[in-house]
């Protein structure tokens, strides 16, 4: 992972650039500098990734799995993963 990303997920303050005139991509022809996440972000992210990592752990080893044969798993997962849109309110009903 190139420096640039990694700092900008850590959230890490980042100098802005501009691209050279006539550079092939119009789009976004300069970015500001950053002064990266407060620590209350900084936080909150933190506070959210590790609340992501204990969900997937419980997703990924819950006991439901292993009376799945191996072989449907990935699609049983997949259809898992769809669950909510598939849902006739579109996913919106809150647990």
């Not at 990303?5 to 500001?32: I, Y």
């Not at 909150?44 to 752990?57: C, F, M, N, Y």
């Amino acid at each position: 992972m190139p420096v640039e990303e990694e700092a900008a997920l850590l959230g890490e303050a980042m100098e802005g650039w501009q691209r050279p005139e006539g550079h092939w991509l119009a789009a976004s022809p300069a970015r500001s500098d950053s002064p990266g996440w407060t620590e209350q972000e900084q936080q909150d992210v933190a506070a959210l990734r590790e609340q992501e990592r204990k969900v997937s752990t419980a997703i990924v080893t819950h006991t439901f799995w292993s009376e799945v044969a191996a072989p449907d798993r990935a699609d049983a997962r997949s259809q898992l993963k769809h669950a909510l849109t598939a849902a006739p309110d579109g996913g919106k009903q809150v647990a």
